[in-house]
């Protein structure tokens, strides 16, 4: 970063677009990491309401969905921190992405099998009312963070990461 | 002696000191200004392990803890499996239907369900028209952090060892508190007194010690893996009614009419 700001004239065409899109990935890892940290963070505490979440969805056998619903809230919580500070932020965003992406494909599949739950996104989960569903909202925002995923992968120099002071 | 170098290397021309600046800045940039990418992946991903699996085995704990006292028998009358037979003396009449509701004691939409159809419910299992199970859940203590459903669900099967299960349901049920908020061993002995617990010192200490707790985690786990996946469910023989198709059920005419054609 500051090599960089130190070489290149401000007025270099690359260089401008090199550093905007250094901040605008900044941003993008803030959104994809804080919300991933969010939805972790209120997931922990509640076990038995993890379990149920993804149970819910009926889509892997009952035993390994609870083992799922028990793993998630800290992979999330671990991915989330590690975008937020920019570290192996190519990685990180790539395992974010396959996250939200297994999370639409989940959603979509409770939709078109007519279950009502509620998508356990940021805790709670399980059966809801018919009329009380959410599906193409939660699918709409899971995709807005794919899309952030997808601009680290692409572009993962982002500004104030941990990422420039490795070797 | 000790200053000679330095006047020296003052009197150095430009393009060595340069260089030397340099050559430092590089040693600098490659030993001691950032860290090692392979080992702080190594560091990362090993950190990331122990935070997912010590998760795992923390969360899987703190659920097991919740079991509260050493008694892990179910109240006489229920299964772990099937739940609490409510009417338990009527004969059946041939080709009744099971019915079996599971219920939250924490769950609004439950008690909606019981003002509308408890009664109804409960007239068709006095008839023997169903054999009627209860089959408690208590998922809201974990999903809402307040200690309700639990010790509601303690009152209520301390209540069924003197009999009163019924008429504690029934009391727990209209007079239910707020989703979310905690009760006190008051709060329960309230229901306790409306329902006519006999005995209301032995229910008191049935009730405090959690002596159903174990199985109450138990019955919520088994009606998971029954597919439940919220309350109120009911279930008639083999089939479940929940949220859409619980709704045609949703008045004592509809649901009476499911019960007969359940009835074979």
Redesign the interface.
């Given at each position: 970063m500051s090599t960089h700001e130190l070489t290149q004239t401000p007025t270099s065409d690359t260089a401008r677009r090199e550093r905007l899109l250094g901040w605008i990935g900044l941003l993008a890892r803030l959104v994809l990491g804080g919300v991933l940290i969010a939805a972790g963070a209120l997931k922990?505490?509640?076990?038995?309401?993890?379990?149920?979440a993804v149970?819910?969805y009926?889509i892997f056998p009952?035993e390994l969905a609870g083992?799922i619903g028990?793993?998630l809230?800290?992979?999330e919580?671990?991915l989330g921190t590690?975008l937020v500070l920019g570290?192996?932020t190519r990685v990180s965003a790539a395992l974010a992405t396959g996250l939200m992406i297994l999370f639409v494909l989940g959603i979509a599949s409770a939709w078109a099998r007519?279950l009502?739950?509620d998508c356990g996104c940021f805790?709670?989960g399980?059966?809801?009312?018919?009329g009380q569903t959410a599906y193409p909202q939660e699918i709409a925002r899971d995709l807005a963070l794919v899309a952030c995923g997808a601009l680290l992968i692409r572009h993962p120099r982002t500004a104030l990461a941990l990422d420039s002071?490795?070797? | 002696m000790a200053k000679k170098p330095n006047t020296n290397r003052t009197d150095r021309p430009a393009s060595a000191t340069d260089r030397q600046a340099k050559i430092q800045a590089a040693q600098k940039a490659t030993s001691t200004g950032g860290a090692n990418k392979i080992t702080i992946a190594g560091v990362v991903v090993i950190l990331a392990i122990i935070a997912v699996v010590g998760g795992v085995i923390w969360s899987q704990k703190s659920a097991e803890d919740a079991v509260g006292s050493g008694n892990t028998s179910p109240p006489a009358g229920a299964t772990v499996a099937e739940g609490y037979r409510s009417f338990a003396d009527v004969t059946l009449k041939p080709g009744a239907p099971t019915v079996t509701v599971f219920e939250d004691f924490q769950c609004p939409a439950c008690r909606d369900l019981e003002a509308i159809l408890g009664t109804t419910i409960a007239d068709l299992a006095e008839s023997g028209d169903i054999k009627l199970n209860y089959h408690v859940m208590n998922f809201l203590d974990d999903a809402t952090g307040a200690k309700q459903s639990t010790p509601v669900a303690n009152g209520a099967f301390c209540a069924a060892d003197q009999g009163k299960w019924q008429e504690f349901h029934d009391a727990a049920f209209s007079g239910q508190y707020t989703e979310g908020t905690s009760v006190t061993q008051e709060q329960v002995a309230a229901f306790a007194k409306t329902a006519g617990v006999p005995d209301l010192s032995a229910w008191e200490a049935c009730t405090s010690a959690g002596k159903y707790t174990a199985y109450i985690n138990d019955s919520n786990e088994s009606a998971g893996k029954l597919g439940v996946t919220g309350t109120p469910t009911i279930r008639i023989n083999d089939q479940m009614y929940s949220g859409q198709t619980l709704a045609p059920l949703g008045t004592p005419e509809g649901f009476t009419k499911a019960v007969q054609d359940a009835t074979k």
């Open positions: 922990v505490g509640h076990p038995v309401t993890s379990k149920m149970q819910a009926q009952y083992w028990l793993a809230p800290f992979a919580i671990v590690l570290l192996f007519g009502n739950i805790g709670g399980g059966q809801i009312g018919a002071r490795l070797v | -």
